[in-house]
């Protein structure tokens, strides 16, 4: 039934394997290829396409891929020594964590309104995450926007700690010409891992930057040579923004976190779901 001609998600070669799916109101359509973890590799809204992906390096599957929207999970950034310490040993754990790199399964939401992405334990995630747990992201497109819903569920019998974070890479006409509104003065530098001013680091987007704020309200990307804004909405407690840059590339990154890097081990903002329960996370990612 996924790929009956009458469904909104179909499967397509071009320009690479994935699935499309189409809004079957608004037309807006998204590209999402499960295997690659999950990823949501394009999200036109209103005729215009929004993320930017290097379709170059994604068809090699040896290398990490720059664009679409990586999910980050079980941790945002990295641990020092990559090491996961835990009541039952250390783990070693990855940098962003390994859902980006994992197969998900992939629906049709019953009313056709989107898709829903799965990922489930394995005997790999084990190795670095000793766990059973069941992720689920909703992506919805809906007017001028696009919502996505996650609920982690913890399967164990223990408390499961986390944290996650989406990486969506948005395509800009020129980062000479890029404004970002409402993050708050001050920010923590990811490179020298210290306290920054926010307006240098803004400064500096041409020459790549990576910093993450606590945000109060809404960020807003404006691309100041399209005339274009997108507006990233969060909710407690994913409500931490990353800014990164990574010239020549004309993209910015605008990540919505749960928790900082090394939360896990720091305690800061760290989530913690206890046996059985679920928690429930959401943005939204708005075309101004």
Known sequence: MIDGHSSPLLRKQSPYPHWQYLHPESGDRLRIVPERGGLVTDWCCNGHELLYLDQERFADPEKSIRGGIPVLFPICGNLPGDLLPLPSGEFILKQHGFARDQPWELQLLEDHSGVKLSLVDSEETRVSYPFSFLLEMVVRPIRNALEIEVNVHNRSQIAMPFSFGLHPYFK?????????????????????????????????????????????????????????????????????????????????????????????????????IEAGGQQRLRCALVNC
């Open 172 to 272: 800009v006409t020129d980062l000479n010409k890029v404004r970002l509104e409402g993050l708050p003065n001050s920010c923590l530098n990811h490179l020298q891992m210290a306290e920054a001013e926010t307006a240098i680091q803004l400064a500096a987007l041409t020459e790549g930057v990576d910093f993450l704020t606590r945000s109060a309200g809404p960020v807003t990307l404006v691309d100041e040579a399209s005339g274009r804004s997108l507006q990233l909405q969060h909710e407690n407690p994913m409500d931490l923004t990353v800014v990164w840059t990574d010239p020549p590339r004309q993209m910015v990154c605008l990540e919505p976190w749960t928790g900082p890097r090394e939360a896990l081990i720091s305690g800061d903002r760290k989530l913690e």
